[in-house]
Each structure stands twice: as structure tokens, then as C-alpha cells.
């Protein structure tokens, strides 16, 4: 069921379908696509591939992308979403310049084409309740059974669609359903529902409508309405192609018709896509909001560190396909680890720290040690970090008992402090009650200095540190996977939320960072030495820093793939 990466072929089964079409010269050689998020919610990375493949296809050859908001559905559409919709796209680099749309510009077309297929005696109301008609719609092997409405007079459906839309009737009391064929072999031609009653206003239309499009009757002909070339969606709407065919079969009045193409979904590991389930983890409080950090939402990876760039990169990683499958979330964790590699200063900063006294060297003295900032990436430069007397290391690098191989700090073991000096345990303070260790006691080389003539001296380990004096606190967010189970909502006899990580938030506090950050800005990214990609959470301030850990060093996607 996992998918790894395999060699990526060059070009994708859509990117070679649409070359033919503009070899062949079709759509008078034009490319228009379109990105149809109906604002129901936050975007999730799901969502990242269709905008990447809408988006990126139009870049590519040249042609254009909508954005178009399908807001059908009166009752669960926010402006809130709007709102983030369009700023995740803009953050994940992709822009619509002034096509920006909305399904329920068309409202009155799709009203005056469903009154024209009632006159073509292509339509009708249905008076009974919703459970009566689905029951008699049969089974993919049994055919449906007809409506006592279906022979409805043309003049008595007119009559009655426009009296829905006044408002005359109660929700759930009539539809109109197009009159296709209820014994064919594609359930959603067995005269499917095409417009309902709701009585909510609508956050752009308001008051005026009674009825409303289902998303089946309005997707297909808004693509047409806008000249769309390549509708590209998710391969659950293959099933639907023959009805959107066939509504747009009633409505062309030439040759052109939007070619639909499906691709797979991403799906990923530990991780759960459905917007309503990751609404209910928000109204639960089950997380901090659709963008806390463990959420696979846009707003969720941008606030953890990731970069628009990792996630483009992932995307192109996995690439389109017509098989479903479930993508290895540690892929994604990869892709961003490869990015923040490049672009992140590296920092000294110590999450659990240990007090170290470095017992010959002068108190109130402090030299400023120069760092380089990127190994990988010269421009960035270097920094100078205050050394002195006392400094923090990880509690875990110091052991009272080292195993064999510990090459960190224990009695008697010399280490190097990065870009500082050699130093060797002589002592520790240890706790009589608790058996904590309090404080360690060692001794400098003053002739290790790292780049002074002596510095050739070798140790085995070289540890990560900030001077006591100078550090800055700072409070520090560990994430891990928001579920144990590896397809938390592919689980059918249990609920999802029996799958929630009860550790997948671990807040550290009194970490010791180097005062260089002090000044560092929400989003703010670096790589904490020796631990990972950390980045400044919104809930920053100057006095109480806050950071959210991307994601670790060690990349078992790299293992893996050995
Ligand atoms: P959900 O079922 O979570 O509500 P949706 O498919 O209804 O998602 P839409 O807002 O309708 O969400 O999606 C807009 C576009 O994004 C559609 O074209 C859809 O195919 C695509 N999309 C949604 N989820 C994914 C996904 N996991 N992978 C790839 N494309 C997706
Ligand atoms: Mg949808």
C-alpha cells in the first residue's frame, strides 16, 4: 500500500496529454485550468498537489489558472475560509492575477439551464423525500426504479422549480432531478438530484435564491461557463465524467468542452486529509486551531517552519499517478530537511541544559568565539558567540557511567565545545535524593582554542553549548505524529480518534538559546545544532520566546532508502 519514490518519470501522464491537445491544436491551441476549493475549510498538502498541477500546468505551457471558490452549499461556507484560501495559495507561490471566482457567480445560468432541460423534458421535480429516492436508486448490479413524478408535464415542472425557488416549499419537501436513465450501469446517471431547497443565505448571493445547484450540476458547467481547457481533479470524480459529459452535452453550442483528467489523491501516513475531521479536531479542542502545528493544513506546516519551497519539492517527489496510494510522511519531513539545510543559519541553542563550570578559567572573563553560520552556503557568513565560565550543555551528553562509545561528556572524558575550546570532566554535583546531576566541573585547555595553532588536537565528540551569562530562555515545542495508527481514518471499525498521540506536543521550558536570537521574528527559522529545524512560533514575544521544532536532524527517509 506504501508508495515509495521510485525514478520519477520526466513528464507526467497529464503534462503528455496536454502536449498532444496542443499539438493536435485543440481549444484554438489554449491552455486554461483551474483550482476549485470549496471554502468549507482550511487547505490541507492535499490540496498543494492539485494546486501545484493546476497552477504549474498553466506555467507551463503558457496558459492561465482560476481560482474559483465552489460555494454551492450555503450552510457550511465561511468567509474566514476564503480568506485563508487565498493566502496559502499566494504562500505557496501561485497566483490567479483578477480571475478570481465563485460558483455562485453562475447561479443564475445554472437556474436558466436547468429550466431550459425541463423543457427539453430533461428535468423534473421529485416530491418525495430524500431516503425514498435514494432507496430506489438500486445498486451498481440491480437497476432503479422510476419516480411517480418522472411523467410530470413540462408546464407543471416549470411551475413548480420556480414556486421552490420562491420559497414556497419546505426544505427536503422537492428536487429537481435531471431524467437520464435509472437502469444505467452508472449510478450517478440514474436521474440524479440537481437542485435542492435550502432557505440560508448565501455569504455572496444572500437572500436571493430558495434553490441551489448540487455540486454535481454546478462543477462541470462553471469549467464551461469559463472556457476552462483541463479540468484536473482527483480520480473519485472519474465516475462522475459521463454526467458531467452529459450536462455539458446539453449545453454546448459548439465543439468546445472541458476535458476532465483525473490523478490520484495524496494521501500520507499518520495523517488524516478530510476536512471534516479536521474541523472536528478544531471545534473538539483537540488541537490549538486549523493552523496548530501538527495539522497537515497550509497554515498548520507553514507555523511548524515548513517552506513553500519543501512542499513544492514533495509534491514533484510523489507526482501524479491514476493509482491510489498512501505516501510516506517521512518523505515530506525529508523534503523540508533538504531545504532548511540550505537556507537556515545554524544556532547553539540547549533544550534540557546542564550547568558546566570550567574551573581554570578566569571569572568575569568572556571571549567572543567566531561561528560560521552555514557550512553549505559561504554568503551567510559568520557570528561571534560569548564564551565564559559557565556554559549549558544537553543534559545527555554528560553521563556518570558512559556505556561504551559515549563520546560526549563524563568523568574524566575530554570533548570539544564547538568552535571553543577542549575541555575534561574532573567532577560532578549529584542530587543524594533524586540522583540528578546538578552541575560538572571541568578544566580547559586554553591551547584548543578552535583555529589557534594548537587546535589539532583530537577528541572524538564535540558538543553544542550556550554561556551561561549570556543565554537567552526560551520556551520549545517537540511534535510528534497526531496519530499512532499509519491510516488513522482508512480504519473502519474504529473511530479516528482512538488513534490521537497523546505525546505529540511536548513543551519545553527553560531551554537556553544563544543571544543572537533575541531579535528573531515569528517564522523565524534555524537550525538548532546537533536537534533539528526549529522555527519562532506566532506566540513569540521579545521577553518569551517561542519556537516549534519542524522537524529533527536524522532522516530515516534517507535510511530507508539505502
Ligand atoms: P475534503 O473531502 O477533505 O473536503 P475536497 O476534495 O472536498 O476535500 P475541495 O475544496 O473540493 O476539497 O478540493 C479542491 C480541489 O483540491 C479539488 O479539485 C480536489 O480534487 C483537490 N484535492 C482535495 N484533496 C486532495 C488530495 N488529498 N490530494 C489531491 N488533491 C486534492
Ligand atoms: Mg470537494
Same mark, same amino acid.
Given at each position: 500500500?506504501?508508495?515509495?519514490?521510485?525514478?520519477?518519470?520526466?513528464?507526467?501522464?497529464?503534462?503528455?496529454?496536454?502536449?498532444?491537445?496542443?499539438?493536435?491544436?485543440?481549444?484554438?491551441?489554449?491552455?486554461?485550468?483551474?483550482?476549485?476549493?470549496?471554502?468549507?475549510?482550511?487547505?490541507?498538502?492535499?490540496?498543494?498537489?492539485?494546486?501545484?498541477?493546476?497552477?504549474?500546468?498553466?506555467?507551463?505551457?503558457?496558459?492561465?489558472?482560476?481560482?474559483?471558490?465552489?460555494?454551492?452549499?450555503?450552510?457550511?461556507?465561511?468567509?474566514?475560509?476564503?480568506?485563508?484560501?487565498?493566502?496559502?495559495?499566494?504562500?505557496?507561490?501561485?497566483?490567479?492575477?483578477?480571475?478570481?471566482?465563485?460558483?455562485?457567480?453562475?447561479?443564475?445560468?445554472?437556474?436558466?439551464?436547468a429550466?431550459?432541460?425541463?423543457?427539453?423534458?430533461?428535468a423534473y421535480v421529485?416530491?418525495?423525500?430524500?431516503?425514498?429516492?435514494?432507496?430506489?436508486?438500486?445498486?451498481?448490479?440491480?437497476?432503479?426504479?422510476?419516480?411517480?413524478?418522472?411523467?410530470?408535464?413540462?408546464?407543471?415542472?416549470?411551475?413548480?422549480f420556480?414556486?421552490?425557488?420562491?420559497?414556497?416549499?419546505?426544505?427536503?419537501?422537492?428536487v429537481l432531478r435531471?431524467?437520464?436513465?435509472?437502469?444505467?450501469?452508472?449510478?450517478?446517471?440514474?436521474?440524479?438530484i440537481i437542485y435542492?431547497?435550502?432557505?440560508?443565505?448565501?455569504?455572496?448571493?444572500?437572500?436571493?435564491?430558495?434553490v441551489?445547484?448540487?455540486?454535481?450540476?454546478?462543477?462541470?458547467?462553471?469549467?464551461?461557463?469559463?472556457?476552462?481547457?483541463?479540468?484536473?481533479?482527483?480520480?473519485?470524480?472519474?465516475?462522475?465524467?459521463?454526467?458531467?459529459?452529459?450536462?455539458?452535452?446539453?449545453?454546448?453550442?459548439?465543439?468546445?468542452?472541458?476535458?476532465?483528467?483525473?490523478?490520484?489523491?495524496?494521501?500520507?501516513?499518520?495523517?488524516?486529509?478530510?476536512?471534516?475531521?479536521?474541523?472536528?479536531?478544531?471545534?473538539?479542542?483537540?488541537?490549538?486551531?486549523?493552523?496548530?502545528?501538527?495539522?497537515?493544513?497550509?497554515?498548520?506546516?507553514?507555523?511548524?517552519?515548513?517552506?513553500?519551497?519543501?512542499?513544492?519539492?514533495?509534491?514533484?517527489?510523489?507526482?501524479?499517478?491514476?493509482?491510489?496510494?498512501?505516501?510516506?510522511?517521512?518523505?515530506?519531513?525529508?523534503?523540508?530537511?533538504?531545504?532548511?539545510?540550505?537556507?537556515?543559519?545554524?544556532?547553539?541553542?540547549?533544550?534540557?541544559?546542564?550547568?558546566?563550570?570550567?574551573?581554570?578559567?578566569?571569572?568575569?572573563?568572556?571571549?567572543?568565539?567566531?561561528?560560521?553560520?552555514?557550512?553549505?552556503?559561504?554568503?551567510?557568513?559568520?557570528?561571534?558567540?560569548?564564551?565564559?565560565?559557565?556554559?549549558?550543555?544537553?543534559?545527555?551528553? /554528560?553521563?556518570?557511567?558512559?556505556?561504551? *562509545?559515549?563520546?560526549? +561528556?563524563?568523568?574524566?572524558?575530554? #570533548?570539544? $565545545? &564547538?568552535?571553543?575550546?577542549?575541555?575534561?570532566?574532573?567532577?560532578?554535583?549529584?542530587?543524594?535524593?533524586?540522583?540528578?546531576?546538578?552541575?560538572?566541573?571541568?578544566?580547559?585547555?586554553?591551547?584548543?582554542?578552535?583555529?589557534?595553532?594548537?587546535?589539532?588536537?583530537?577528541?572524538?565528540?564535540?558538543?553544542?553549548?550556550?554561556?551561561?551569562?549570556?543565554?537567552?530562555?526560551?520556551?520549545?515545542?517537540?511534535?510528534?505524529?497526531?496519530?499512532?495508527?499509519?491510516?488513522?481514518?482508512?480504519?473502519?471499525?474504529?473511530?479516528?480518534?482512538?488513534?490521537?498521540?497523546?505525546?505529540?506536543?511536548?513543551?519545553?521550558?527553560?531551554?537556553?538559546?544563544?543571544?543572537?536570537?533575541?531579535?528573531?521574528?515569528?517564522?523565524?527559522?534555524?537550525?538548532?545544532?546537533?536537534?533539528?529545524? /526549529?522555527?519562532?512560533?506566532?506566540?513569540? *514575544?521579545?521577553?518569551? +520566546?517561542?519556537?516549534?521544532?519542524? #522537524?529533527? $536532524? &536524522?532522516?530515516?527517509?534517507?535510511?530507508?532508502?539505502?
Amino acid at each position: 500500500m506504501m508508495e515509495q519514490v521510485e525514478s520519477k518519470p520526466s513528464i507526467s501522464f497529464i503534462e503528455q496529454i496536454i502536449t498532444e491537445d496542443l499539438k493536435e491544436g485543440k481549444n484554438n491551441v489554449r491552455i486554461h485550468t483551474r483550482f476549485p476549493p470549496e471554502p468549507n475549510g482550511y487547505l490541507h498538502i492535499g490540496h498543494a498537489k492539485a494546486i501545484c498541477l493546476d497552477f504549474g500546468m498553466a506555467k507551463k505551457f503558457g496558459g492561465k489558472c482560476n481560482l474559483r471558490f465552489d460555494d454551492t452549499n450555503p450552510v457550511r461556507e465561511e468567509v474566514e475560509y476564503i480568506d485563508s484560501i487565498k493566502e496559502d495559495i499566494h504562500w505557496l507561490g501561485f497566483d490567479w492575477e483578477e480571475r478570481e471566482f465563485y460558483a455562485s457567480d453562475y447561479f443564475g445560468r445554472l437556474f436558466d439551464f436547468a429550466v431550459d432541460l425541463i423543457k427539453k423534458n430533461l428535468a423534473y421535480v421529485d416530491d418525495q423525500p430524500a431516503d425514498v429516492i435514494s432507496a430506489q436508486k438500486g445498486t451498481p448490479s440491480q437497476p432503479g426504479k422510476e419516480s411517480p413524478f418522472r411523467k410530470r408535464t413540462v408546464d407543471e415542472n416549470i411551475d413548480l422549480f420556480y414556486r421552490m425557488n420562491e420559497g414556497e416549499f419546505d426544505e427536503g419537501s422537492r428536487v429537481l432531478r435531471a431524467k437520464i436513465d435509472m437502469t444505467a450501469p452508472n449510478m450517478h446517471m440514474r436521474d440524479p438530484i440537481i437542485y435542492r431547497i435550502i432557505k440560508s443565505a448565501h455569504h455572496r448571493t444572500g437572500e436571493t435564491w430558495k434553490v441551489y445547484p448540487m455540486y454535481d450540476f454546478a462543477h462541470g458547467q462553471s469549467d464551461y461557463f469559463e472556457g476552462i481547457t483541463h479540468s484536473l481533479c482527483t480520480l473519485e470524480f472519474e465516475v462522475h465524467r459521463p454526467l458531467y459529459d452529459w450536462f455539458i452535452d446539453q449545453l454546448k453550442t459548439d465543439d468546445y468542452r472541458p476535458r476532465q483528467i483525473e490523478f490520484n489523491r495524496l494521501n500520507l501516513t499518520y495523517t488524516m486529509m478530510s476536512k471534516r475531521k479536521l474541523l472536528e479536531l478544531v471545534q473538539e479542542n483537540r488541537v490549538s486551531g486549523w493552523d496548530d502545528p501538527r495539522m497537515p493544513t497550509l497554515c498548520g506546516l507553514r507555523r511548524r517552519g515548513y517552506t513553500p519551497e519543501a512542499i513544492r519539492r514533495f509534491v514533484d517527489l510523489i507526482g501524479y499517478t491514476k493509482v491510489e496510494a498512501i505516501n510516506d510522511v517521512s518523505l515530506l519531513e525529508h523534503a523540508v530537511r533538504e531545504d532548511l539545510n540550505i537556507k537556515t543559519p545554524r544556532v547553539f541553542g540547549v533544550l534540557d541544559p546542564l550547568k558546566v563550570i570550567i574551573t581554570n578559567y578566569p571569572e568575569g572573563k568572556v571571549e567572543n568565539v567566531e561561528l560560521i553560520n552555514n557550512p553549505e552556503d559561504e554568503t551567510m557568513g559568520k557570528r561571534e558567540v560569548p564564551f565564559c565560565r559557565e556554559v549549558f550543555i544537553e543534559k545527555d551528553d /554528560f553521563m556518570e557511567i558512559p556505556p561504551h *562509545k559515549f563520546f560526549r +561528556l563524563a568523568p574524566g572524558m575530554e #570533548v570539544r $565545545l &564547538k568552535g571553543a575550546y577542549i575541555i575534561k570532566c574532573e567532577s560532578f554535583k549529584k542530587n543524594e535524593k533524586t540522583g540528578a546531576i546538578e552541575e560538572v566541573y571541568c578544566t580547559y585547555d586554553q591551547d584548543t582554542k578552535s583555529g589557534g595553532h594548537a587546535s589539532e588536537k583530537k577528541v572524538k565528540g564535540t558538543l553544542h553549548w550556550v554561556s551561561a551569562r549570556h543565554s537567552v530562555e526560551a520556551e520549545v515545542r517537540l511534535y510528534d505524529r497526531l496519530f499512532t495508527h499509519e491510516d488513522p481514518a482508512g480504519q473502519k471499525d474504529e473511530d479516528y480518534r482512538v488513534f490521537l498521540n497523546p505525546d505529540s506536543l511536548k513543551v519545553l521550558t527553560g531551554c537556553k538559546i544563544e543571544p543572537s536570537l533575541k531579535s528573531a521574528k515569528p517564522l523565524d527559522k534555524f537550525q538548532f545544532q546537533r536537534l533539528g529545524y /526549529f522555527c519562532v512560533d506566532y506566540d513569540s *514575544k521579545h521577553d518569551h +520566546l517561542v519556537f516549534n521544532r519542524t #522537524v529533527s $536532524l &536524522k532522516d530515516t527517509w534517507a535510511k530507508i532508502n539505502k
